[in-house]
């Protein structure tokens, strides 16, 4: 755990003790504040600067090569180069790549961000690159693509590594890293709730994936120690066109980076027919 992040712990456990409604209301913003914030991101393959914005401020975003447009969005806390293994191969089967750094995350001015904003970004997004041929993301940023389609997004095929699909399960997570007490956790998830309000259900994508008919490959490990492999498998198993892709001992982060995983990914949003793991079937995004 970070300093930070221990100081965080001390503060909203004394506050707790004298003022528990005001720590909930703390610790939610907390949630909703990435710690620590990765630097903004850096390319070694040259890249051409797009123009895009979002809530009147321009974002970090870059291009590569020429055809049907791939948007890359990266996780909580993370940049758009962490997916940048993604870049040349995609570029190599004729697409264009387009990867951002998202609101609070690299150079943005704002301090918070949540999984119905980051949404909102892709569909907006979408709509400024003149339509996607398909969305690759991250945990959090892969959830955000899947909440991307019920708000409107249309790409052909998303493609999903290692996401979070439970809210309460998040919460959890989040309340047990800061050591929360009960009574404190339950006042920080009251406060989300009120805080997302119309949206409080669009945070759990169990809710959301059976209506989704975008045909889906979703990527987890079964030894992801950050978010667990059941929540991959439960939101695939949920959604209709989805497909479940599972790998062992790569964890939540090394997977950006297995071999095997990129080729897979790519091959998937580029119209190759890719085995599913629980029929044997093949899938494909078209």
Not at 91 to 108: N, Q, T, W
Not at 232 to 259: F, Q
Request: aromatic residues 6%; glycine residues 10%.
């Amino acid at each position: 755990m970070s300093t930070l992040l221990r100081l965080a712990r001390l503060y909203l456990t004394a506050l707790g003790a004298v003022a528990p409604g005001l720590a909930g209301r703390q610790a939610a913003r907390l949630f909703l504040t990435p710690l620590p914030r990765a630097a903004p991101s850096r390319w070694d393959a040259p890249a051409s600067v797009v123009p895009l914005s979002f809530q009147g401020e321009r974002l970090d975003a870059w291009a590569w090569g020429d055809g049907p447009c791939v948007l890359l969005a990266h996780g909580w806390g993370g940049r758009g180069s962490h997916l940048s293994r993604l870049v040349a191969p995609l570029v190599e089967r004729g697409l264009r790549v387009v990867a951002f750094d998202g609101p609070a995350h690299g150079r943005s001015r704002a301090r918070r961000t949540d999984l119905v904003e980051f949404a909102t970004l892709l569909v907006r997004l979408e709509r400024q690159l003149g339509g996607v041929h398909a969305m690759i993301g991250h945990s959090f940023g892969a959830s955000a693509v899947a909440y991307a389609l019920r708000l409107g997004a249309t790409p052909n095929a998303v493609a999903l590594v290692s996401p979070f699909a439970e809210s309460d399960t998040n919460v959890e997570r989040f309340a047990r890293t800061l050591g929360l007490s009960p009574r404190l956790h339950a006042r920080t998830r009251a406060a989300l709730l009120g805080y997302f309000d119309a949206h409080a259900d669009g945070w759990d994508l169990r809710t959301v994936a059976p209506d989704l008919r975008t045909p889906a490959l979703i990527v987890h490990d079964r030894d992801d120690a950050e978010i667990p492999y059941r929540e991959g498998a439960n939101l695939a198993a949920a959604w209709p066109g989805a497909h479940l892709r599972s790998t062992e001992r790569l964890g939540h982060r090394l997977i950006l980076k297995d071999p095997d995983v990129i080729r897979d990914v790519v091959a998937f949003v580029a119209g190759a027919r890719i085995p599913d793991d629980r029929t044997g079937e093949p899938s494909t995004c078209q």
